[in-house]
């Protein structure tokens, strides 16, 4: 059973206004709350949902004064931990106290907060993160479904999905609220929380009568009518989707929502109740006093038990008012004589009883009798459904036990009127059927019962896939013919049949009771004692269940004037007609309405995160429906707001400051990023039917196939740019929330995730953990140059890419300038050798950590194919390696990759002829190869020359020689006559590099002459790619760019 939650007062607040005709909406400019704070921790505001306080503007006024005299401050930024909070550092003053430091490590600061959060409470928080994962897993559903259904269904599988998220929404609101009760029924809620509990059950119920009037019913296979678009945008309040429905089909989800939310609840668990049952006459039994138990429990009877018998058949919970009877004395007294005679026949008033048990739990009224099988809070539990159909697959045979037996729920007690006919009334009998059978077999396999999994526990009666009017309205009318016959066979208030005349002369107020089951006026004075939702129950319950949808809005404005807008007993006059208003406008089927009322009752414009989610929830849920028309008009001359941005990015801001004012600002920045991202991607209209009127209007009016909402994009952007990562799982997390987006071509959300990625890279960085800032600078190259769609591609990205280049070639150098080092210096001492080898392992082994970085990221490689740092990068340390190993060929083969001109890959670089390594850096590898020269030629002294061995091919040594001429003109050695008149050159050399220079060129000379022996006259070579990195060049450049020597 679950417990039903009431409406009550709920304040309003401001800052968002609805204009009259529910058709458009303006925004109102956020306020600044100003709140200081020593260091970085700032002030947190109570959770008032009642809006911005007065003492708001008085604190914008302040901050702005302070921000517009820039004397007084010496820096500004934003919070990069609080993503909300805008930080300003005053100028020290003479004396250091305010705003210096004071010789102090601790600063003061003023703290702004740049939107009104509230806090979230923890269970809200849970409640609207599983929120989130409904809509994550209804619209992961949706993309399954194929664009050919939604053209043929003409957007209907939109609205069945939402009919099942706004569920899904309220079983998340259901589990809040009975934690929050919990807390409330213990005395640990303060004022300001049962403020929030009062809230959300008004959201609670708003939700459920919007779901009810305005959403397509899980059974809505066929096309839902078309809404009609009002001329100016905006809301479209028209008679549409189930209140189109056929006669009583309405019915069952009313009675749910009447008992869920304008009833008091059960009273059968109360203490009070529990001892009264308990006593020998429950009957004739008086509350104490001091109990206050008579006041919930009012009622036209001098006993509260016929009061509570009333009350429960007012509201068709037949199977509490059957075990209320139970308790009566009479009826106990009957069934000891029962059991005393061994089982013989039953005395006239048990009779009676056992007549009563039978009309009253096989009622087949809408909405279910109360009892455990019926699905009492509306939510049509598919989900609960899947869970039993689990439980009893995995089922392995052993009887659990503990429960006491169910009984069986399929005996037929009146003739013509199968047990489960209640079922009839619901959208879907079949379904509904099999969930209560499930729930059943799952009683008996508790209560030790063993239940075959092959076949039924008992046969249940057929029912209709679908509602069917004519056979509900059949057993119905064969029940109350029943009850006719059998209780008032000369007419209601004429006494009793022959079965139930003792009853009916012993206990007068029972007949009275028993006679609402007929529909009848009840026989007292109903007047200060029922209020306007258990007259309209009654009416709906057992007068007229089959009553057409559109006219439940007038039965119950009826209804509220019979009762003179009272009789909840828990609220203002004004208060209570508000709220009836509000009711009666939603069971219209107004959209416009609920939205309103979401916003400024039910806490949306407050600033708290979870009443603002769920105002921007059901909006988006009555978008998809096709109940609100959300985009501006073009055509009209008064602006109008995109209600759903508006909502969907006051939400965002909500759930950023409420989370940033407690000091968990990872979670607001990926709820508030979770929740708009299926909002930011550009997104193409779905083709209209072919040959249809739309085609036409489609294929002549629209320029662009194109709806694209650049603010939320732009939000989640700044959202995720303020924020600061503390480990590499939060950036990761936020990163893949958004790739979906980025593919979808939102070039916004790509640029956020660059800089979310680079603040990772510089973290690590700092860290000196290489292969990690590698790793993150990856991560931004790849979402500029791999994730979005190829018209909108950046090549490799920004800052990312510039950093990584930047790494790679200067790892590259360092590591060279080493080996050049080496190569050019004569180590005396033992001392400086070891300096020169640890400076060498340690710039061997960065370079290893970034190239290892580079490739272990298979998904990058192939995208860096010819990038000329990361080439650059693996030369040196093949180079490194290979002096190591002493393996002259493959140096020598290395630095002339790394020397020689190659036209550069990629589409900015197309016609650009450049090598490798930075022409700063060609001394260096001349060096090297000098210094291999070198060595080779004293190795080959005194050797004949047809044996002479050279490591460098004669194309080799032709790219050294024009390297040298390039560096002995740099270095001012040699010139040319055009570059002397010019004045380029202005130093002149010392006579060391001179010497130096000569030496080397030599070498050179020497070096082509071997290779000519060695190698032969043939200047063509294949370029081998170690790495995958770069293209191999079909033939080598010609010697047309070498300078002669």
């Known amino acids: 059973m679950t417990v039903g939650f009431a409406f009550a007062n709920a304040p309003s607040g401001g800052g968002f206004g609805f204009v009259n005709d529910n058709k458009s909406a303006s925004a109102t400019t956020p306020s600044f709350r100003s709140s200081r704070c020593g260091g970085a921790n700032a002030t947190s505001n109570l959770d008032n949902r009642d809006g911005p306080s007065s003492s708001s503007s008085s604190s914008s006024s302040s901050s702005s ?10 820096a500004l930024a934003w919070d990069p931990t609080g993503t909300a909070s805008l930080c300003l550092c005053s100028v020290p003053t003479s004396s250091g106290k305010r705003g210096g430091t004071g010789g102090k490590k601790n600063v003061d600061l003023d703290v702004f907060l740049s939107h009104d959060g509230t806090g979230c409470p923890t269970e809200e928080t849970e409640c609207l993160l599983r929120c989130l994962d409904a809509r994550g897993e209804c619209m992961a559903h949706a993309q399954q479904r194929p664009t050919w259904y939604l053209r043929r269904h003409g957007g209907n599988g939109k609205g069945e999905a939402a009919a099942k998220l706004s569920m899904d929404y309220r079983a998340a609101m259901c589990e809040c609220l009975m934690r929050l009760q919990g807390k409330e029924n213990s005395d640990s809620l303060d004022d300001e929380r049962n403020n929030n509990l009062e809230l959300l059950r008004l959201t609670y119920a708003i939700s459920h009568l919007a779901e009810i009037f305005l959403l397509p019913s899980l059974a809505s296979s066929i096309d839902v009518p078309a809404r009609p678009i009002s001329s100016s945008g905006g809301f479209c309040d028209g008679s549409v989707g189930r209140i189109d429905g056929p006669a009583g089909s309405l019915t069952a989800d009313v009675v749910r929502y009447l008992r869920l939310h304008h009833s008091a609840g059960s009273f059968m668990e109360s203490p009070e109740v529990a001892e009264m049952l308990r006593s020998d006459q429950p009957e004739y039994y008086e509350f104490p006093p001091s109990s206050g138990t008579d006041s919930i429990l009012p009622g036209p009877y001098d006993r509260p038990y016929w009061n509570l018998l009333l009350r429960f058949v007012s509201q068709g919970q037949l199977s509490n008012a059957w075990n209320l009877l ?35 739990i096989s009622a087949p009224i809408p909405g279910g009798r109360g009892d455990r099988y019926c699905d009492d809070a509306g939510l049509d539990d598919y989900l609960e459904g899947e869970l039993l159909e689990r439980e009893e697959d995995e089922w392995d045979g052993e009887e659990e036990g503990g429960t006491d037996y169910p009984g ?8 013509g009127v199968p047990p489960n006919a209640y079922l009839l009334w619901e959208s879907l009998p079949r379904r509904a059927d099999k969930l209560r059978t499930l729930r059943h077999r799952r009683d008996l396999r508790r209560c030790g019962e063993r239940v075959d999994g092959d076949e039924a526990v008992s046969e249940s009666t057929m029912v209709p896939e679908a509602y069917q009017p004519r056979e509900a309205m059949n057993a119905f009318r064969t029940w109350q013919e029943t009850i006719r016959v059998t209780a008032f066979p000369s007419g209601v208030g ?31 004075d109903t007047r200060g ?18 009553m057409m949808p559109e006219d439940i809005a007038t039965r119950a404005r009826v209804a509220m004037s019979k009762c003179g807008g009272g009789g909840d007993g828990r609220r203002s006059g004004d208060s209570n007609q508000q709220l009836q208003e509000i009711i009666l406008s939603i069971m219209n089927g107004s959209a416009g309405q609920v939205v309103e009322t979401m916003f400024s009752l039910c806490g949306g414009s407050s600033g708290a995160a979870f009443p603002a989610t769920m105002t921007s929830l059901l909006c988006n849920l009555l978008v998809d429906a096709g109940c609100i028309f959300p985009h501006e008009d073009d055509s009209s001359s008064t602006p109008s707001a995109n209600i759903q941005t508006e909502l969907l990015l006051l939400a965002a801001e909500s759930i950023i400051s409420s989370f940033a004012i407690q000091e968990q600002s990872d979670v607001g920045v990926r709820t508030a990023v979770r929740l708009l991202l299926p909002h930011a991607p550009p997104k193409k209209r779905v083709a209209p039917l072919r040959g249809g009127a739309d085609e036409n209007a489609e294929s002549n009016g629209a320029k662009d196939d194109i709806i694209y909402e650049p603010r939320i994009a732009a939000m989640i952007a700044e959202t995720i740019s303020r924020r600061l990562p503390s480990t590499d799982a939060e950036a990761r997390d936020l990163v893949q929330l958004c790739e979906e987006t980025i593919r979808l071509g939102s070039v916004l959300v790509a640029d956020a995730c660059e800089s979310l990625a680079f603040s990772r890279a510089l973290h690590h960085n700092k860290c000196s953990n290489l292969t990690r800032e590698v790793y993150w600078l990856l991560r931004g190259m790849e979402a500029q140059s791999s994730w979005l769609p190829e018209d909108r591609r950046r090549t490799l990205g920004f800052a990312c890419r510039r950093r990584f280049d930047l790494l790679c070639e200067g790892s590259a150098n360092d590591l060279i300038s080493v080996l050049s080092g080496a190569a050019i210096t004569n180590f005396s001492a033992n001392s400086e050798k070891e300096k020169h080898e640890k400076e060498m392992l340690m710039a061997l082994q960065a370079a290893e950590d970034v190239l290892e970085g580079v490739l272990q990221d298979d998904v990058m490689v192939p995208v860096l194919r010819g990038h000329v ?41 197309t016609g650009v002829v450049s090598t490798l390594a930075d022409p700063k850096m060609y001394s260096e590898f001349l060096c090297i190869a000098f210094a291999l020269l070198a060595k080779e030629e004293s190795f080959e002294y005194g050797r004949p020359m047809e044996f002479a061995k050279c490591a460098f091919t004669v194309h080799g040594m032709h790219i050294l020689m024009a390297r040298l001429t390039q560096v002995l003109s740099w270095e001012g050695i040699i010139c040319s006559s055009h570059g002397s008149s010019l004045g380029w050159l202005s130093k002149e050399p010392s006579l060391s590099t001179k010497e130096y220079f000569s030496a080397m060129r030599l070498a050179f000379s020497k070096g082509l002459m071997r290779a000519f022996v060695s190698h032969g006259t043939s200047t063509t070579v294949k370029t081998d790619d170690k790495m995958g990195f770069g293209e191999a060049l079909d033939e080598e450049l010609e010697l047309l760019l070498s300078p002669c020597i």
Not at 538 to 545: G, H, I, K, T, V
Not at 886 to 894: E, P, S, T
């Open 529 to 546: 004692h029922f209020s306007w939702s258990q007259v309209l129950l009654m009416e709906l319950l057992y007068a007229r269940p089959d």
């Open 65 to 74: 004064t302070s921000l517009s005299s820039p004397p007084s401050v010496r």
């Open 408 to 415: 069986d729920i399929n005996e037929t007690l009146i003739d």
């Open 494 to 524: 004429s006494g009793g049949g022959f079965v139930l005349s003792a009853l009916f002369q012993r206990f007068p107020p029972l007949p009275q009771i028993i006679s609402i089951l007929l529909g009848a006026p009840p026989l007292f």
């Open 869 to 909: 740092e990361a080439n650059l990068l693996q030369y040196a340390v093949d180079i490194a390696l290979a002096d190591a190993k002493g393996d002259a060929v493959q140096v020598a083969a290395d630095i002339v990759h790394c020397l020689e001109e190659c036209g550069l890959s990629g589409v900015d670089c």
């Open 326 to 360: 139970s308790h009566h004395s009479a009826c106990r007294r009957a069934e000891e004589e029962m059991e005393g005679a061994g089982g013989g026949e039953l005395s006239p008033e048990g009779e009676g009883f056992a007549t009563l048990r039978a009309l009253l």
